[in-house]
């Protein structure tokens, strides 16, 4: 017991030491205690996560980010009660402030041991996404490596693992040597030709009982993989996407894995190369599937998809097939032989997807002559590639018999000159869902690109996804008059700009929710009051999205006040650099966001209907972002969510009293000789009396 006490002593002073090199940076303003020094989380006090209770950290979330943030890592909560442990981007990493460390404390050692200690002390972290370069920096600090390992309970609770970096990092995932609840599992290395080492066979063989999902998507090894015998006993797994390029044994353990008869898998993606094509197992188990509904093979030869053509000829599980081709040298053409023989064979297929292949006109004819007379399959797709000039034109000419059936071009290259290259609505072979509406500019006639615009908008069937494809800049009157079309619809959700320009004008569509903005023109980046304005004015947005070329452009600090004052955004990222603002208001913005969109679930859950849970609620009531969140953490249907979403709303204006802390359980009165009007008040009262008031208009003492 005494040698206990003293070796939690011992990781007590070594994490004060380390959060004390840490909190040396000047922390924030207004975030200094009464005597003048910088807070201080609590490391010695254990996880309060049970049955019934969620953990205290929970709600002390930014507290912990201050630490966290300066070092490149965040806490926030993915679901109620469920943490997530992120690392920063190696595209975000470089807003740490490497000259803020002492040199025996450096931010990847502070990084790594939070990586390593956190989720074995707090069961509450169930989610670890590292996807960026973690060096192995406690190797040549014994004293932290030592705390770092030591945990209160020696082993996590972890349920899904993202481990995605440039380069291999196998020695820092022996974080994961004490977890065995693994629930998904994703682990995509860019470069290195290590040997995956047999700790990792071990994971999968302890994690065999609860593993759903698992991605690997390593380098080109130059070893077998013995951890690939361990595929077998997985007989949870639903989706499996192994990408492991020239090791053959990766075809015949997924083939095991297929013939095993407790098999659960209904989504396979494969890399099938030039080495493993010769592998009859993998064919045979393909073709006698029963379970798998989805299948993605990426190849580098047309070997690969001739033998899965053949293999599913005669299937009548698989409904959803993608080919991708992924040759480092020449185009490969289509397997337009074979694809015709598989449209004649097999009608259990309702979407195909070939993804880089070269496309000619004489393969159109041969697909789009079996293709009409395959009545199962709705949807076939084109994405990418090579797609020459009379393949598009024979394309125009099989149209009538391929209406009302869909046929999608989606961004590929044009094999003719520039001077004959028409606007992408050369693309535009067929239309998109219903749902969904793409416009595009042409060179001239910018007339034409607004009215296309207004008639796509008054469909009969609700546009939900816009897309605008500008050639070039906008007039201003034009540019208006396009804000607002667009903020005149009620039920466009998703809006994608490529090629945008309507940075001058006002952006403010009663339901957006997603926004994402693709490479413009360089007199139309936007400022930084634009991207606020857009934040401010439209507060059902969740989700938004910026090209890489914006980095060094927009000035950041203009967006905090339209970033701060959103309460629905969960999700802002921008491609390549940008500089945060200090004190990280880009994280710390969307953690609180999610922080008060699951106590907005608490509430509507009933798991907590205190002061606190009812706030949340009553400002994010009307947003998309709670019924996304809503349905993620009860797994129920849209309607059933709504109705919740609605009781809730109900029961706070019933018990608005007793939400607010005004009284324990109920309003009691007693007669005075006079009257007894509170006592005679029914539900329908206090709604009404609710309706004036809000949850913040009682002040705490």
């Given at each position: 017991?005494?040698?206990?006490?003293?070796?939690?002593?011992?990781?007590?002073?070594?994490?004060?030491?380390?959060?004390?090199?840490?909190?040396?940076?000047?922390?924030?303003?207004?975030l200094?205690t009464e005597s003048?020094?910088?807070?201080?989380?609590d490391?010695?006090r254990?996880?309060?996560a049970?049955?019934?209770?969620?953990?205290?950290l929970?709600f002390?979330?930014?507290?912990w980010?201050?630490?966290?943030?300066?070092?490149?890592?965040?806490?926030?909560?993915a679901e109620?009660?469920k943490?997530?442990?992120s690392?920063?981007?190696?595209q975000?990493?470089?807003?740490?402030?490497?000259n803020?460390?002492?040199?025996?404390?450096?931010?990847n050692?502070c990084?790594?041991?939070?990586?390593?200690?956190?989720?074995?002390?707090?069961?509450?972290?169930?989610?670890?996404?590292?996807?960026r370069?973690?060096?192995s920096?406690?190797?040549?600090?014994?004293e932290?490596?030592?705390?770092?390992m030591?945990?209160?309970?020696?082993?996590?609770?972890?349920?899904?693992v993202?481990?995605?970096?440039?380069?291999?990092?196998?020695?820092?995932?022996s974080v994961?040597?004490?977890?065995?609840?693994l629930?998904?599992?994703?682990?995509?290395?860019?470069?290195?030709?290590?040997?995956?080492?047999?700790?990792?066979?071990?994971?999968?063989?302890r994690?065999?009982?609860?593993?759903?999902?698992?991605?690997l998507?390593?380098?080109r090894?130059?070893?077998?993989?013995?951890?690939?015998?361990?595929?077998?006993?997985?007989?949870?797994?639903?989706e499996?996407?192994v990408?492991?390029?020239h090791?053959?044994?990766?075809?015949?353990?997924?083939?095991?894995?297929?013939?095993?008869?407790?098999?659960?898998l209904q989504?396979?993606?494969?890399?099938y190369?030039k080495?493993?094509?010769?592998?009859?197992?993998?064919?045979?188990?393909?073709?006698?599937?029963?379970?798998?509904?989805?299948?993605?093979?990426?190849?580098?030869c047309?070997?690969?998809?001739?033998?899965?053509?053949?293999?599913?000829k005669?299937?009548?599980?698989?409904k959803?097939?993608?080919?991708?081709?992924?040759?480092?040298?020449?185009?490969?053409?289509?397997?337009?032989?074979f694809?015709?023989?598989?449209?004649r064979?097999?009608?259990a297929?309702?979407?195909?997807?070939?993804e880089?292949?070269?496309?000619?006109?004489?393969?159109?004819?041969m697909?789009?002559?079996?293709?009409?007379?395959?009545?199962?399959?709705?949807?076939?797709y084109?994405?990418?590639?090579?797609?020459?000039?009379?393949?598009?034109?024979?394309?125009?000419?099989?149209?009538?018999?391929?209406?009302?059936?869909?046929?999608?071009?989606?961004?590929?290259?044009?094999m003719?000159s520039?001077?004959?290259?028409?606007?992408?609505?050369?693309?535009?072979?067929?239309?998109?869902?219903?749902?969904?509406?793409?416009?595009n500019?042409p060179r001239?006639?910018?007339?034409?690109?607004?009215?296309?615009l207004?008639?796509?908008?008054a469909?009969?069937?609700?546009?939900r996804?816009?897309?605008?494809?500008?050639?070039?800049p906008?007039?201003?009157?034009?540019?208006?008059?396009?804000?607002?079309?667009?903020?005149?619809?009620?039920t466009v959700?998703t809006?994608n700009?490529?090629?945008?320009?309507?940075?001058?004008v006002?952006?403010?569509?009663?339901?957006?929710?997603?926004?994402?903005?693709g490479g413009?023109?360089?007199?139309?980046?936007p400022?930084?009051?634009?991207v606020s304005?857009?934040?401010a004015?439209?507060?059902s947005?969740?989700?938004?999205?910026?090209?890489?070329?914006?980095?060094?452009v927009?000035?950041?600090p203009?967006?905090?006040?339209?970033?701060?004052?959103?309460?629905?955004?969960?999700?802002?990222?921008?491609?390549?650099?940008?500089r945060?603002l200090?004190?990280?208001?880009?994280s710390?913005?969307?953690t609180?966001?999610?922080?008060?969109?699951?106590?907005?679930?608490?509430f509507?859950?009933?798991?907590?209907?205190?002061?606190r849970?009812?706030?949340?609620?009553?400002c994010?009531?009307?947003?998309?972002?709670l019924?996304e969140?809503?349905?993620?953490?009860?797994?129920s249907?849209e309607?059933?969510?709504?109705d919740?979403?609605?009781?809730?709303t109900k029961?706070?204006?019933?018990?608005?009293?007793v939400?607010?802390g005004?009284?324990r359980r109920?309003?009691?009165?007693?007669?005075?000789?006079?009257?007894?009007?509170?006592?005679?008040l029914?539900?329908?009262?206090?709604?009404a009396?609710?309706?004036?008031?809000?949850?913040?208009?009682v002040?705490?003492?």
């Amino acid at each position: 017991m005494l040698l206990l006490d003293r070796r939690k002593t011992l990781v007590a002073m070594n994490c004060q030491r380390l959060l004390s090199s840490v909190m040396k940076r000047q922390p924030p303003p207004g975030l200094l205690t009464e005597s003048g020094n910088p807070p201080r989380i609590d490391l010695e006090r254990a996880c309060t996560a049970g049955s019934r209770q969620e953990c205290w950290l929970c709600f002390d979330l930014t507290m912990w980010n201050e630490t966290l943030n300066p070092i490149g890592l965040n806490l926030s909560e993915a679901e109620p009660g469920k943490l997530t442990l992120s690392t920063f981007t190696e595209q975000e990493h470089w807003l740490v402030n490497f000259n803020d460390f002492p040199p025996e404390f450096p931010p990847n050692a502070c990084a790594t041991f939070f990586i390593v200690w956190l989720p074995r002390k707090h069961h509450c972290i169930q989610y670890l996404v590292v996807d960026r370069n973690v060096p192995s920096a406690l190797r040549a600090m014994p004293e932290l490596a030592s705390a770092a390992m030591s945990g209160a309970w020696r082993r996590t609770c972890l349920r899904n693992v993202s481990w995605s970096t440039p380069s291999e990092n196998w020695q820092e995932l022996s974080v994961l040597a004490v977890t065995s609840t693994l629930k998904a599992l994703d682990v995509s290395f860019g470069a290195g030709k290590n040997q995956v080492p047999e700790e990792f066979s071990h994971l999968l063989r302890r994690s065999a009982q609860h593993l759903t999902k698992l991605r690997l998507r390593l380098p080109r090894q130059q070893v077998e993989c013995c951890f690939l015998d361990e595929l077998a006993s997985c007989r949870s797994l639903e989706e499996l996407d192994v990408q492991i390029p020239h090791v053959r044994s990766v075809p015949s353990s997924v083939a095991r894995l297929l013939e095993s008869g407790a098999c659960n898998l209904q989504k396979l993606t494969i890399f099938y190369s030039k080495q493993t094509t010769g592998s009859p197992k993998f064919i045979q188990a393909l073709r006698g599937n029963q379970t798998v509904s989805d299948v993605q093979v990426i190849g580098d030869c047309s070997e690969s998809f001739r033998a899965v053509c053949e293999a599913l000829k005669q299937n009548t599980v698989v409904k959803r097939l993608a080919l991708l081709a992924r040759s480092e040298k020449d185009w490969l053409r289509v397997p337009a032989r074979f694809l015709a023989l598989l449209l004649r064979k097999n009608s259990a297929l309702t979407r195909l997807t070939l993804e880089d292949f070269e496309l000619t006109r004489d393969d159109v004819a041969m697909i789009a002559s079996t293709y009409k007379h395959n009545t199962g399959l709705a949807s076939l797709y084109f994405v990418g590639g090579l797609v020459h000039a009379d393949a598009i034109q024979e394309f125009r000419v099989n149209r009538p018999t391929l209406i009302p059936r869909a046929i999608y071009l989606e961004s590929p290259r044009i094999m003719q000159s520039p001077e004959e290259w028409e606007p992408t609505k050369t693309l535009d072979v067929f239309p998109g869902p219903d749902y969904y509406l793409q416009v595009n500019q042409p060179r001239q006639h910018d007339g034409q690109f607004l009215e296309e615009l207004r008639s796509g908008l008054a469909k009969a069937v609700p546009v939900r996804e816009v897309t605008l494809n500008f050639s070039h800049p906008l007039e201003p009157s034009l540019a208006s008059k396009v804000s607002s079309t667009l903020c005149a619809a009620k039920t466009v959700t998703t809006l994608n700009l490529a090629k945008w320009d309507l940075s001058n004008v006002t952006l403010a569509l009663p339901r957006l929710y997603t926004a994402v903005f693709g490479g413009g023109h360089s007199q139309a980046q936007p400022s930084g009051k634009w991207v606020s304005d857009l934040l401010a004015g439209n507060r059902s947005i969740a989700r938004v999205e910026f090209d890489a070329y914006l980095n060094d452009v927009v000035p950041w600090p203009e967006v905090a006040p339209g970033l701060c004052n959103n309460f629905s955004v969960t999700s802002f990222k921008v491609g390549g650099r940008f500089r945060d603002l200090p004190d990280f208001v880009v994280s710390r913005t969307t953690t609180r966001n999610l922080s008060l969109l699951n106590d907005a679930v608490r509430f509507i859950t009933g798991a907590d209907v205190g002061r606190r849970c009812g706030m949340a609620f009553e400002c994010l009531a009307a947003l998309p972002a709670l019924r996304e969140q809503l349905l993620n953490a009860t797994g129920s249907s849209e309607s059933h969510a709504e109705d919740l979403v609605q009781k809730a709303t109900k029961f706070l204006a019933e018990n608005y009293f007793v939400v607010t802390g005004v009284v324990r359980r109920s309003v009691q009165c007693y007669p005075t000789g006079l009257a007894w009007q509170l006592d005679a008040l029914d539900a329908i009262c206090w709604r009404a009396v609710a309706n004036k008031l809000s949850v913040s208009d009682v002040l705490l003492e």
